[in-house]
């Protein structure tokens, strides 16, 4: 069984930076494409980024530039360092991974950017 436990979240002001932290239970970590996704009130929910077990990364164009996803395997930990966040950034942002077709979600961390 996979857990995906994610933490980080909070309320900041515009242009300011977070850091979320996901760190997932299980051996195999390492060798699975981990993401970051978010959803907002009234929305549906939607990719931010990805990185591969290799460490390659895909964002979202409205991050690009802003948000950085990195992994640590020896921690079993992948993070979505956020910077320059806009209010537009508000929302609950979940950990993803599949493992052998079957998605995995953590409970979710709240973002709040507001002044």
């Known amino acids: 069984q996979v857990q995906l436990v994610e933490s980080g979240g909070g309320l900041v002001q515009p242009g300011g930076s977070l850091r979320l932290s996901c760190v997932a239970s299980?051996?195999?970590?390492?060798?699975?494409?981990m993401g970051w996704y978010r959803q907002a009130p009234g929305k549906q929910r939607e990719l931010v980024a990805t990185i591969t077990s290799g460490g390659s990364t895909n964002y979202a164009d409205s991050v690009k530039g802003r948000f950085t996803i990195s992994r640590d395997n020896a921690k079993n930990t992948v993070y979505l360092q956020m910077n320059s966040l806009k209010p537009e950034d508000t929302a609950v942002y979940y950990c993803n991974t599949n493992i052998n077709g079957i998605l995995y979600w953590g409970q979710g961390t709240q973002v709040t950017v507001s002044s």
């Open positions: 299980g051996s195999i970590f390492s060798r699975h494409r």
